[in-house]
C-alpha cells in the first residue's frame, strides 16, 4: 500500500517537504493523516502551495515496475485496466512518482463519465455489454499506484461528488445500470479554496470521508521573501531594501479589514518579477522604487476584492494607490530608499 511506502520515508525523513517553507502545522497534519491511509482535502486560499505540497508528496512515492506504455500504471502482478488484464505476458518499465501524480481539475461541467469511466457501445456489441472490455477507464484509473489530486473540490456538481461517495467508501461505482469494481491504489489529495463562490457545497457525507488540514500565507516576512526568491524569476538585481517593501506591502494589503479577497503569494512574486522587468526596460539592471511602483496596480488590481460595503465608494485602483502612498510613499521607506540609491551611485 501507498501509505505504508510513505510511512517507511516520514519515520525516516524528518523534513520530507523540501519543496515547502514553513507551513509546518500544515506538513505535520498531512503526514499524520497518511500514516493512518486518509483522504486529505487542503483548506486555503489560492497561491499558498496546495498543489506544490501534494505534487511534493508524489515526489516521495518510490519508483515501481509498471507494464510499459499503460497509461493507468497497472503493476505486472495487479493489471486493472481492461487492455493489460488481456495480455499475460508484457515488458515493465520503471516509473517514479512523479509520473503517477494525476490532476483532476474541480468544474461544474466535469461529469461522472469523465472521472470514472463509461460503456463504449461499440465494445459492448461486441464482447458482451457487461464485459470489463466494453469499459472505458475514466481519469481516475490514471492514478493507480500513485496521487489522485482534484484541484477545487468544491467546484465540481453533486452527482459528481455521489459518485465519489461511493467509489472513496465502497471502491465500486454505479455507471448507468452497470456496477464496476475498482481495484485501484491511490491516494487521494483534494482542495478547496474557502473565498470562492462560485462553488458546489459539499455533503456532510463526503466530507466525512476525509481529514481536513488548513494552510495559512507565510508565517512571516522571511519566510515569504524566501518563497519569492525561490519560485519568481530572475531577470534583474533586486536589492533587499526593495524585496523586503514588496513584501511588506503585500503582507500589510492582508491584514486591511477592507479587503474581501487577499492577495496571494502569487502577487509578491508578480510585483518582485514584474518590478525586474520594468528595469530592464528602461535599460538598468537594478531595480528602483519606481519600477515597483509602475507595477503595484497591473499585479494587485485583478487580485484583491474589496468590501461591498467600501466597493462602491472607491476604485479598486483608487485604493491600491492610497495604500501604496500612505504605506509606502509617504512613510520611511521612501526617504531610506532614495538615500540607498544615492550611496549605491556615490
Known sequence: MLSEQLTEIFLKNKEPFADILG??????????????????VIVGSPGIGKTTLAKNIAKLLPDMEAIEGCHYHCAP?????????????????????EKRFVRIQGSPDLTVEDLLGDI???????????????????????????????????????????????????????????????????????TMNPEDTSTEK?????LDRFDIIYMGYPENNETEKQIVLMKGKKLANVN???????????????QDE?????????????????????????????VQFEDIKDAVISVLSHRIRLKSSVRYLETIEDYIKEQFRKNVEDAKWQNHLEEKEAGDLR
Open 23 to 40: 507551513q509546518e502545522n500544515a506538513k505535520q497534519g498531512i503526514k499524520s493523516a497518511l500514516l493512518a491511509d486518509r483522504h486529505i
Open 77 to 97: 502482478e495487479n493489471p486493472v485496466c481492461p487492455a493489460c488484464r488481456q495480455k499475460k505476458h508484457q515488458k515493465t518499465a520503471r516509473l517514479s512518482g
Open 120 to 190: 463504449d457501445p461499440i465494445k459492448a456489441l461486441k464482447f458482451g455489454p457487461l464485459s470489463l472490455e466494453a469499459f472505458t477507464p475514466g481519469k481516475i484509473f490514471r492514478a493507480n499506484n500513485g496521487i489522485l489530486f482534484f484541484d477545487e473540490l468544491n467546484r465540481c456538481p453533486e452527482k459528481l461528488q455521489n459518485a465519489l461517495l461511493q467509489v472513496l467508501e465502497e471502491r465500486k461505482a454505479t455507471i448507468g445500470s452497470y456496477d464496476v469494481d475498482f481495484d485501484v491504489n491511490f491516494i487521494f489529495i483534494a
Open 240 to 254: 533587499d531594501e526593495l524585496l523586503n517593501l514588496i513584501v511588506y506591502f503585500i503582507r500589510l494589503l492582508r
Open 202 to 206: 459539499l455533503s456532510d457525507v463526503l
Open 258 to 286: 477592507k479587503l474581501e479577497k487577499k492577495p496571494s503569494v502569487r502577487a509578491s512574486i508578480g510585483l518582485y518579477e514584474r518590478a525586474q522587468s520594468n528595469a530592464l526596460l528602461k535599460g538598468r539592471k537594478n
